[in-house]
């Protein structure tokens, strides 16, 4: 069974930095590429960024271009999102998405993990 | 706003079908394939219909999609009480470079 366990959520003040982490297990992990779609309160999804399967291709949304970075490692079956000078507008559930790189094909999801910027 | 648009609601009754629009571009619905997901309340996205037409295993063959040009559509026959839920509407856009969503279309079973 597919199981992706997203953590490293909180509440921060804007400008500060937030790590999260995405614990992959269930699939071979190294065989997927992975993304990170948020959906603040209320709202619908948005994409944030995705990584191929071996970091060769990386994207970013344009509301989260140079100021977040994504990153994984195969050997831990991790996924890591490093969220720099965040913004109010950031605030949302964090969801980390197994899928393709180059389609809008998310085939498994985790339940998300909460980031609140507010001061 | 979200690239693609979709009717922010619908609705029917037991039993009907209903059909949810969501109208891109050529860049991405008019190039690449759509992809559905569905959202019950409280509950993480799931993957709904993917490619166009095809369902993953476990998907009832009530829901179907379709695409035609720069657009495409989401088909719930038989619609049941468990529908009702946020449905989402995604494809990959060659000019943004990454995947666009719609904006939601929110399904009430009266």
């Known amino acids: 069974e597919v199981q992706l366990v997203e953590s490293g959520g909180g509440l921060v003040q804007p400008g500060m930095s937030l790590r999260l982490s995405c614990a992959a297990s269930g699939f071979a992990f190294d065989d997927y590429a992975m993304h990170w779609v948020r959906q603040a309160p209320g709202k619908g999804l948005e994409w944030v960024s995705g990584i191929s399967w071996n970091s060769a291709n990386i994207a970013y949304g344009d509301s989260v271009k140079g100021r977040f970075s994504i990153s994984r490692d195969n050997g831990k079956n991790s996924l890591y999102l490093q969220m720099n000078s965040l913004r109010s507008e950031d605030t949302a559930l964090y969801f980390c998405a197994k899928g393709v790189f180059g389609e809008a094909v998310f085939d498994d999801w985790g339940q998300g993990t909460l980031v609140a910027v507010s001061s | 706003q979200f690239v693609l648009i979709q009717p922010p609601s619908a609705s029917g009754t037991p039993g009907q079908r209903v059909t949810i629009s969501c109208s891109g571009s050529s860049s991405n619905i008019g190039r690449n394939t759509v992809n559905w997901y569905q959202q019950l309340p409280g509950a993480a996205p799931i993957l709904l219909i993917f490619?166009?037409?095809q369902r993953p295993s476990g998907v009832p063959d009530r829901f179907s999609g379709s695409k035609s040009g720069t657009s495409a559509s989401l088909t719930i026959s038989g619609l049941q009480s468990e529908d009702e839920a946020d449905y989402y509407c995604?494809?990959?856009?060659?000019?943004?470079?990454?995947?666009?969503f719609g904006g939601g279309t929110k399904l009430t079973v009266l």
């Open positions: 490619r166009h037409d």
């Open positions: 995604a494809a990959w856009d060659d000019r943004l470079y990454g995947p666009v």
